[in-house]
C-alpha cells in the first residue's frame, strides 16, 4: 500500500477520489460535511461510502491518489448500527464485522495500483473513555490504527499541524 501524495500517472489531470465515511446523523454532522464538501478542491471526486470503502477502493483501479476519510468513523459507523440511547450493548456489535471490515480495506489498498492515503484519528492519546462502549470503541480503534500503520508504506502523525514521519522515507519531524 503507497501511502503516497504524489500523482505518479504524470497525466496533467489527475484522477483523484476522495472516499468519505462521515454520515449526517444530525444537522451539526450535516453542516460539517456540507463544509468539508465546499473546502475539498473541484479536482476530488467524492465518494460517499460509511460501511464498505474497499469496495470502493477495488472499483477505481484507475484513480492516482485515493484518500479515505476516515478509519475512526467507519469504525463508528458499524458501532452504530446497533447502538441505542437506551442501551449500551457491547454484545450486539459485531467486531468481527469490524475487523473483517478494516482487514478488507487494508488489503483493497495494499493490491491497489493506487496510492492509497487512509486518515484515522488516534483516540489511545486522550482520557479513558467512562463508558464500557467508549473503551471497546478506543481500544478497537487503537487495534485498527496498527493493522494500518503495520501494513503502511509511510504512517505520518499530525501533531498541532505538523507532520511526523513516525514509520517510512524521511523517518522523523518533517
Known amino acids: 500500500m503507497q501511502l503516497a501524495g504524489a500523482v505518479t500517472s504524470g497525466s496533467s489531470s489527475p484522477n483523484l477520489l476522495f472516499i468519505a465515511t462521515a454520515t449526517a446523523c444530525d444537522a451539526e454532522m450535516a453542516d460539517r460535511i ?19 470503502p474497499a469496495a470502493v477502493v477495488r472499483a477505481n483501479p484507475s484513480a492516482d491518489v485515493i484518500v479515505v476519510d476516515c478509519i475512526t468513523l467507519l469504525l463508528s459507523n458499524h458501532f452504530m448500527e ?3 440511547d437506551e442501551a449500551e450493548r457491547i454484545d450486539d456489535v459485531d467486531l468481527e464485522g469490524v475487523n473483517r471490515a478494516v482487514k478488507e480495506l487494508i488489503d483493497a489498498a495494499k493490491t491497489s495500483p493506487s496510492s492509497v492515503i487512509l486518515v484515522a484519528n488516534e483516540l489511545g492519546l486522550g482520557l479513558v473513555p467512562e463508558t464500557a462502549l467508549g473503551r471497546v470503541f ?12 503495520a ?3 509511510q504512517v505520518v502523525l499530525m501533531v498541532a499541524g505538523i507532520p511526523v514521519i513516525v514509520k517510512g522515507p524521511g523517518q522523523g519531524v518533517r
Open 82 to 84: 446497533v447502538w441505542s
Open 34 to 52: 456540507r463544509k468539508h464538501k465546499a473546502d475539498r478542491d473541484i479536482i476530488w471526486r467524492t465518494v460517499e461510502e460509511p460501511l464498505d
Open 151 to 153: 501494513q503502511a508504506d
Open 138 to 149: 478506543r481500544d478497537t480503534a487503537g487495534w485498527a490504527n496498527q493493522e494500518i500503520a
